[in-house]
């Protein structure tokens, strides 16, 4: 019986079919899968658009957030320059005072210590959660001329020049101290050929350093006028490196965090690192830098350095001769940061956004480089290029009617105007 049953609904169906109902079921049921498989398609474009519109607003406000903490920053640095224009004097042995004003990083909302007070606290976290931003964002700021100013190798002084390529080597000596690996894989590299070459990338002229035509070692860019390789023109951004003829990563991991593009053609010994203070000569060793650190950031050891002097005269003390490092005129500073580095990192639920921003004093370091000058002429007259007191009489028989060359006095900061100079801006 059932077997007939199915039978006749076989047959029923297959009649219904060729009718113009069954025809019409069947566009029906055709057009409701074609809707329906549509629909999902266009469902899913719109939340595909949905999403990257919504990642797109997280993003700009990852941004902004990001940019709050670069202006808040650019605010921080001008007061400063304002506080040591006008307090710089009387504040000098109160150095790291002043020095809080940029160096502390700051953070949105602000992480508030338990120490504070309760109500402090109280007020603080009422002003966070009426606040519009409800991105977050982390800044901080950094002395860029802490760092060795590698664009100095083109600056055409003989004495920055030679200064600069020895505290070179000495970054690379010191990691072979430092890293086995390192050495036993570049402990024969010859790097001052490589130095050779950074010197070539950045100074005039086709003739190399170590002789013959330096355009010889790189494949000249093709279709492209009015440019050659190495440029004779310095780093624009410090990727560029990685260009120069025998760069290795290995390298170039070792200089990228010790060198700059933004530099004062000097170190500022009050605020360089460790591993920069080892540049300044092979006998500075990693014991010796930290106690240089130690005594800079602690009054009762004597603060920060003074002069060149003060920092032979402790040199001395740890057992260092300076001859050598005085000898070659090694550029250095004792005075106020000029330039800056600033990181923002802004975040809006999973979105991140990183902007770095490079801050330059050009009047400051354009008064810096002449100091400078004056210095190495005073020393190549056999003064004391770090303290010729007026109407001394030469040392090394040059004519007395003459005058020796003078080592100016540091200029007194003019307070700024407006907010600093940025030359760099990147977002990442």
């Known amino acids: 019986m059932k077997s007939l049953f199915r039978k006749i609904s076989s047959a029923d169906s297959f009649r219904i079919l060729r009718t113009r109902r069954g025809q019409s079921m ?90 504070v007070p309760g109500p402090v606290r109280s007020s603080i976290k009422a002003a966070v959660k009426h606040s519009a931003m409800h991105a977050q964002y982390y800044a901080t700021i950094k002395n860029e001329g802490a760092r060795i100013d590698i664009n100095a190798l083109g600056c055409g002084n003989e004495a920055i020049v030679d200064a600069t ?6 970054l690379f000596y010191n990691a072979m101290k430092t890293d086995p690996e390192f050495k036993r894989k570049y402990e024969n590299y010859n790097f001052s050929k490589l130095i050779d070459n950074i010197e070539d990338w950045v100074s005039p002229g086709d003739q190399s350093v170590e002789g013959g035509d330096k355009t010889s070692k790189y494949k000249q860019p093709e279709d492209v006028e009015n440019y050659h390789l190495p440029p004779d023109a310095p780093f624009k951004t410090l990727s560029e490196l990685h260009m120069v003829a025998g760069m290795k990563d290995d390298f170039y991991n070792i200089l990228k965090h010790r060198v700059t593009i933004y530099g004062t053609f000097g170190i500022n010994v009050n605020y360089a690192n460790a591993a920069i203070l080892e540049s300044l000569d092979p006998q500075i060793t990693k014991e010796i830098a930290d106690k240089i650190i130690a005594r800079r950031t602690d009054p009762n050891l004597g603060g920060p350095y003074q002069n060149a002097n003060d920092f032979y005269s402790y040199l001395q003390k740890l057992g260092v001769t300076t001859t050598a490092l005085e000898n070659n005129h090694v550029p250095l500073q004792f005075g106020t940061p000029e330039n ?15 902007i770095d921003v490079i801050t330059y004093d050009l009047d400051a370091v354009a008064s810096r480089y ?32 003459q005058p020796p060359p003078q080592t100016p006095a540091t200029p007194t900061p003019q307070e700024p105007i407006g907010k600093p100079r940025i030359v760099m801006w990147k977002v990442s």
């Open 26 to 115: 069947l566009i029906a049921i055709f057009a409701m899968i074609l809707t329906v498989t549509i629909a999902v398609e266009v469902s899913y474009d719109t939340t595909v658009g949905y999403v990257q519109a919504a990642q797109q607003i997280n993003r700009l406000k990852a941004y902004y957030a990001a940019k709050s903490g670069i202006d808040l920053s650019l605010f921080r640095i001008l007061i400063y320059r304002k506080v040591v224009a006008q307090y710089g004097q009387q504040l000098s042995s109160e150095r790291a005072l002043m020095d809080m004003i940029w160096q502390m990083p700051f953070s949105w909302p602000p992480v508030v210590p338990s120490s």
């Open 165 to 170: 390529r020895g505290q070179l080597l000495n």
């Open 340 to 354: 800056f580095r600033i990181t923002s990192i802004g975040t809006y639920r999973n979105v991140v956004q990183k």
């Open 370 to 401: 002449a100091t400078i000058l004056n210095q190495n002429a005073a020393a190549a007259n056999g003064q004391n290029p770090y303290n010729t007191p007026a109407n001394s009489t030469p040392q090394n028989g040059t004519n007395p009617s």
